[in-house]
């Protein structure tokens, strides 16, 4: 029989889809979520890779037969706070499965080389990757290689 589906958590974090990955990027308010999922947009458009926002600033998040599954609440599904702006429309993926959680941390927490590591989020085990916050220029190429899109194919 399979198994129920879990009631989902609200947690603050930014939830996007890159290619065939879910990525969700979690740190402090101000820490440059946004930023960084706008970002990973651009450069992947701009290689003519599918990148698409799940869910901005919040999401749902819930596991559904051992995976994480994040959805954005209703009242903000398809807005992504652009700062100084405010929301602003941006196309969505209703839901997605992640694969990956980036979370931002200070400078001086991030390691050179990274161990593998995990977090638990819903009660789902997921691959971490820690980067800088507030830093796209240097959280762009570890994202990147991690999921290896261009230019680490």
């Known amino acids: 029989m399979p198994q129920p589906a879990a009631k989902p958590q609200n947690i603050h974090a930014?939830?996007?889809?890159?290619?065939?990955?879910?990525?969700?990027?979690?740190?402090?308010?101000?820490?440059?979520?946004?930023?960084?999922?706008?970002?990973?947009?651009?450069?992947?458009?701009?290689?003519?890779?599918?990148?698409?926002?799940?869910?901005?600033?919040?999401?749902?998040?819930?596991?559904?037969?051992?995976?994480?599954?994040?959805?954005a609440p209703a009242t903000i599904a398809g807005l992504a706070?652009?700062?100084?702006?405010g929301p602003r429309p941006l196309g969505f993926e209703p839901a997605g499965v992640i694969d990956l959680a980036a979370r931002l941390v200070p400078g001086h927490e991030?390691?050179?080389?990274?161990?593998?590591?995990?977090?638990?989020?819903?009660?789902?085990?997921v691959p971490r990757i820690d980067v800088v916050q507030r830093n796209v220029a240097g959280a762009l190429?570890?994202?990147?290689?991690?999921?290896s899109i261009a230019p680490f194919l």
């Open 141 to 147: 190429p570890a994202l990147a290689a991690r999921l």
């Open 81 to 85: 706070e652009v700062p100084g702006i």
């Open 14 to 71: 930014t939830a996007i889809l890159v290619g065939r990955y879910g990525v969700l990027i979690t740190g402090p308010s101000g820490s440059g979520k946004t930023t960084l999922a706008l970002a990973l947009i651009d450069h992947c458009h701009a290689r003519g890779l599918f990148c698409r926002l799940i869910g901005d600033d919040q999401v749902f998040a819930a596991g559904h037969h051992g995976r994480l599954v994040c959805s």
């Open 110 to 125: 991030v390691a050179r080389f990274q161990e593998e590591s995990t977090d638990t989020i819903a009660g789902c085990l």
